[in-house]
């Protein structure tokens, strides 16, 4: 049996759907220009730049998109699979900032941190996809968000989750992924991408977010709904009236998204928050976010959608007891509620941080929650007493041919990151901080990156250097020119 | 007893009760109690009371904006009164605060507004997707001491440059102070952009926007006209 958290029963559901449509026609939701012609076009009356969305016409849209779709890693496996209970990872997005390895003290990240991060990513099976984890500060801001992705499509095989930071920024994006994945059609059919897309609390679909919908359902790239209630600040203080707020933020989205490109494929996610009423600091490892995390996504896997959530992560500013309850917690309940996507391995202090060491420490406490949800099963016909009938009560069962053959089914070994005694076998005993460090170095000197067919890899970095030069940025940071000098267009 | 209706008006602040702060305030100009006295000595006690609370934690932010509505209720009493006898209330110094172009976040900079009218700024909040050139032209047309940027997207930080541009453009950096905050704002990126200080939350932010006065007046006396 599959352990499953559930925190909202049927009716409770249905109640928050109710309030949720009632939301999206009165008081309505704001959006931008962009989209009102689409959406007249459908019925639907926007009045003063507030759509008023009929429950009927929302339903009927919500039953167009799609009950799954997989994202597919470079080769074209299908390799992230969105719907169901299915459960898959990524580290947190669009930091600013990391933890310095040598001084465990933030400072602005560097091209050279994101190289490393998506290296280490690489190799930890834990997770199954990528992200734009941080936002490089030695290219241009202007450039910040494709370079991200070029990054991570240089390095690395797995999905990306990853997200524009305009709307015009939006196509950059859509390129490189076009050209690593052989053209727009090829993208369409098998996508490597999800994006973030973000509306603004409560109830408004910006400019920026509306476009970004259109534009990537008419695409065929899947769009990943970040809608951010903070509760009892941008929306109600109780978490039921949040997540009302989350469910009318994503159905709306869902109908402009849907109207765009019916069928086209869509995430009811989040990041949604409790605000703390002594400090306006939105806690993303409170417990009651993490309830948040998992009641949004019970309400949209009621209504059969793919959903994804924000957790993995801890508010203290170093790699601290804290951070690791935090992070562990969240990553259990994530896992137990059958979140498709979990972001946000890796960061701390409130987002405002990523750290690689802290990423290998969530991947323990990821590979931990995932053997959990594998739960208990009967692996023999006799659960116990054909082995009582081999020992008697010798309690001998380290030479039974049952315990060989099980026992890596049933136990999961964490690497040296978690100390279970092995770490002190040198006399000397490292700490946490420690092992993660060289983890995170074991990690990546076992790197080794896969070049793209040397066509696409010349298309990628001719079209980087162009987009690069425009903004006044010569070379790539990161990326070596001896790696592609060969045979770029200089 | 002028004592007794001053601890009343200073505790209906803490209460956060609009109501009976304007009401106390009608009751003190129709017994003949001076508007300034009300605001210095009931009033504004009553609003350092709450910036001390919160800053030790031990008063909530939904308390603290209704202790801020009470606040307005008063002022709305006391400010005309005031005007009628020409009087005007000493005040820290002028600010003008809002949230960044393409930002429409608000709540860090409503909670710096509200704890910088406690401790005696004047403070104009100019609402949120501010640009640069409005900015500006606020700050001449009240004639600001400070300027105070709140972003709270990374996206949007980088916008706070351009009101610090837009300042230098309008000739009036060298009589305005700026000073930067929200979630993704460093120190660091402050200092990037030439403001003049960062705060990491509202009560330094009362400490920075002192601090800046103080360099202010300093730099006045240093350089007469």
């Known amino acids: 049996m599959r352990p499953k958290l559930q925190l909202l029963d049927k009716a409770l559901i249905e109640r928050i759907l109710g309030e949720a449509f009632q939301l999206i026609e009165d008081p309505g939701v704001r959006v931008a220009p962009y989209v009102v012609d689409l959406l007249r076009s459908a019925g639907i009356t926007v009045k003063d730049g507030v759509a008023h969305i009929p429950e009927a016409l929302a339903r009927r849209l919500l039953d167009l998109a799609p009950r799954g779709f997989c994202l597919y890693d470079r080769s074209g496996r299908p390799a992230v699979r969105y719907g169901g209970d299915d459960v898959h990872f990524d580290p947190g997005s669009s930091c600013l900032n990391i933890l310095d390895p040598e001084t465990q003290q933030a400072r602005p990240a560097l091209s050279a941190d994101l190289v490393r991060l998506v290296q280490v990513t690489e190799m930890l099976p834990q997770f199954a996809a990528q992200s734009t984890a941080m936002v490089c500060n030695d290219v241009p801001p202007e450039i910040g968000d494709w370079y991200r992705l070029l990054l991570v499509l240089w390095y690395s095989e797995k999905p990306v989750v990853t997200g524009a930071f305009s709307a015009s920024s939006l196509h950059t994006l859509l390129e490189l992924l076009a050209i690593e994945s052989g053209g727009r059609e090829a993208l369409r059919r098998h996508p490597r991408a999800v994006f973030d897309v973000c509306p603004s609390p409560p109830l408004n679909w910006s400019e920026f977010a509306s476009q970004n919908l259109v534009d990537l359902a008419r695409a065929g790239v899947p769009a990943e709904i970040v809608s951010m209630p903070l509760a009892g600040a941008t929306a109600p203080v109780t978490l039921a009236g949040s997540v009302v707020q989350h469910a009318a933020e994503c159905i709306s989205g869902i109908t402009i998204h849907q109207l765009a490109q019916p069928g086209a494929p869509i995430v009811w996610g989040g990041a949604p928050a409790i605000f703390d009423m002594r400090t306006g600091k939105t806690p993303m490892g409170a417990i009651e976010t993490a309830m948040l995390d998992v009641a949004c996504a019970e309400v949209g896997k009621y209504l059969g959608l793919p959903t994804h959530a924000y957790m993995v992560t801890g508010d203290g500013r170093v790699i601290d007891a804290q951070v690791g309850m935090e992070s562990g917690m969240s990553t259990v309940l994530g896992a137990m509620a059958g979140i498709n996507m979990i972001s946000g391995a890796g960061m701390l202090d409130f987002l405002a941080c990523h750290s690689i060491e802290k990423l290998v420490i969530d991947a323990e406490a990821i590979a931990s929650a995932q053997r959990l949800i594998e739960g208990i099963d009967a692996r023999t016909e006799s659960l116990a007493v054909s082995m009582f009938a081999q020992t008697g009560l010798s309690g001998d069962f380290l030479k039974l041919k049952e315990t060989r053959s099980l026992f890596r089914k049933e136990q999961h070994f964490p690497s040296a990151v978690i100390d279970r005694g092995l770490a002190s076998m040198n006399g000397t005993t490292p700490d946490i901080l420690e092992r993660a460090h060289q983890r995170v170095e074991e990690l990546l000197s076992a790197y080794e990156r896969h070049p793209l067919p040397p066509d696409r890899e010349q298309e990628l970095m001719a079209f980087a250097q162009r987009e690069a030069r425009a903004s006044g940025l010569e070379g790539l940071p990161g990326i070596l020119r001896t790696q592609y000098a060969h045979d770029s267009v200089s | ?225």
């Open chain 2, 1 to 225: 007893m002028p004592d007794d209706n001053f601890s009343a008006m200073r505790q209906s602040i803490i209460d956060g009760a609009p109501d009976t702060a304007a009401g106390l305030a009608q009751q003190a100009m129709s017994s003949g109690i001076a508007p300034i006295d009300a605001i210095n000595l009931g009033y504004v006690p009553g609003m350092q009371a709450v910036g001390e609370q919160f800053a030790r934690g031990q008063m909530y932010l939904p308390d603290m904006m209704a202790s801020s509505e009470a606040m307005r209720a008063a002022m709305a009493v006391l400010d005309p009164e005031l005007k009628k006898l020409g009087a005007e209330r000493s005040m820290a110094g002028v600010v003008v605060l809002g949230t960044t172009k393409g930002d429409i976040h608000e709540i860090g900079k409503i909670l710096v507004g509200t704890l910088l009218t406690a401790h005696g700024f004047r403070v104009h909040d100019l609402g949120v997707d501010v640009s640069g050139e409005k900015f500006a032209a606020q700050a001449r047309e009240l004639h600001a001491d400070i300027v105070g940027v709140s972003a709270l997207l990374t996206t949007t930080m980088r916008n706070q440059k351009s009101v610090v541009e837009a300042l230098e453009k309008a000739g009036l950096r060298s009589q305005v102070k700026i000073m930067v905050g929200g979630a993704p704002v460093t120190r660091r990126w402050a200092e990037e952009i030439g403001a003049d200080g960062y705060a990491k939350d509202a009560m330094s932010a009362v400490a920075l926007a002192r601090q800046l006065m103080a360099e202010k007046t300093q730099s006045v006396v240093a350089e007469p006209a």
